[in-house]
């Protein structure tokens, strides 16, 4: 059973644009994170929400909590082409994490 | 610079033949974890460990085992490979979150291997 349901699962932009990724779910989590993958790589951490409502921004990129703690956003603004790459959301529950399905970001020059 | 390293990028086995991932980490974590992940469907935890000697099952177990013998290292192993394991394997630590096992989990960060991708003829 997929816990957590990522959109869009692809999207292709010009550089400049802005974009929203979802991460949702039915579910509670006590925390939330956001990783970015690059081909050939395991995924990185970009961050960690852990209160509902949690607002956090990393350079161009803000990251969201719901007020519930069932769902995060990612908003990119003015996209790079550095920031192509698969983008996963991560649930905190029980003793384990719960990865979200995955958007996978270009971003062309 | 803190590492997690997988044994192998790249593996081709045939159906049948046993298999042996291996992951170390030099971080000192008490967490490690097994996942695999697949187009459209995340990564999947397969096995996850605390402790020296200590598993537990996670989403997808069936047609796996782990072993973990020393903290630092944790095997994934396939009795008897078949062609729907063919994935890519990443293995990740993390610190122990003392509110894990009783509740309250709230994640710390995992660090990731750089996968092996295996595939099974």
């Known amino acids: 059973t997929q816990l957590l349901e990522q959109s869009p699962q692809f999207l292709s932009i010009q550089e400049g644009e802005n974009l929203t990724v979802y991460c949702n779910s039915s579910?509670?989590?006590?925390?939330l994170q956001w990783y970015r993958q690059e081909p050939g790589e395991g995924p990185v951490l970009l961050v960690t929400v852990v209160t509902g409502g949690e607002v956090k921004k990393l350079k161009r990129l803000t990251f969201q909590f719901g007020d519930a703690r069932k769902d995060s956003s990612l908003h990119i603004t003015a996209a790079q082409p550095g920031d192509t790459g698969l983008y996963l959301c991560?649930?905190?529950?029980?003793?384990?994490?719960?990865f979200g399905t995955g958007t996978r970001l270009k971003v062309l020059a | 610079d803190v590492k997690v390293t997988q044994s192998s990028r790249y593996l081709v086995k045939r159906t049948g033949e046993k298999v042996f991932l291996e992951c170390v980490q030099d971080m000192d974590h008490e967490n490690m974890f097994w996942y695999r992940q697949d187009p459209g469907l995340g990564l999947r935890l397969i096995y996850f460990?605390?402790?020296?000697?200590?598993?537990e099952k996670g989403d997808i177990p069936e047609g796996y085992s782990v072993s973990r013998e020393k903290k630092e290292r944790f095997s994934l192993i396939l009795e008897s490979a078949s062609t729907n394991q063919t994935s890519m394997y990443l293995c990740?630590?993390?610190?122990?979150?003392?509110?894990?096992?009783?509740?309250?989990?709230?994640?710390?960060?995992?660090?990731f291997g750089p996968g092996t991708r295996l595939t099974v003829l």
């Open positions: 991560a649930g905190a529950r029980a003793y384990k994490y719960i």
């Open positions: 579910s509670v989590f006590s925390s």
């Open positions: 990740a630590s993390s610190l122990f979150d003392s509110g894990g096992l009783a509740g309250g989990f709230g994640g710390n960060e995992q660090f």
């Open positions: 460990s605390y402790d020296v000697k200590m598993k």
